[in-house]
């Protein structure tokens, strides 16, 4: 089997898968047609086959494609705006991370902060019992 390289040889390849596809696109709509193209493709085949100098038919019929090697060339870097992404901070301006406080229970590392925890509820909790007993006392 030979490479395709040259230009013309695939323009011509391309123009023909082209045709042959709008061809079978058009025939595959009814059982009469379809049998016509395969008996026209075959005699086709043969024609050329004996053109080429080919004896048996699909003998030397394939064709590669080309193939595309790389050659360690890569796409660039795209361009970036400037002004755009974070600056690498240095040693000094780097902070260490402080574990939370609880400024209800006075608590540190704690997984509660003064909104939610737990000592100040039940002191809310028991508050509210204080005031709604002596609302139902009064009445």
């Known amino acids: 089997m030979n490479e395709v390289c040259n230009i013309p040889l695939l ?24 049998q016509f193209v395969e008996d026209v493709f075959c005699s086709t085949q043969k024609k050329v086959l004996d053109i080429r100098g080919v004896g048996d038919v699909g003998e ?54 003064k909104r939610n925890c737990p000592a100040l509820v039940n002191v809310f909790c028991a508050a509210i019992d204080v005031l709604m007993a002596a609302l139902f006392k009064w009445s």
């Open 11 to 34: 323009e011509r390849r391309f123009k023909l898968f082209k045709f042959a596809s709008n061809v079978i696109d058009n025939a595959i709509v009814s059982e009469e047609a379809t």
């Open 60 to 113: 030397g019929s394939a064709m590669q494609v080309p193939r595309v090697h790389d050659h360690g060339i890569k796409e660039p870097l795209p361009v970036r705006a400037k002004g755009c992404g974070k600056r690498m901070k240095g040693g000094k301006e780097k902070t260490v991370k402080k574990a939370r406080c609880c400024h209800g229970c006075g608590l540190t590392g704690q997984s509660h902060d």
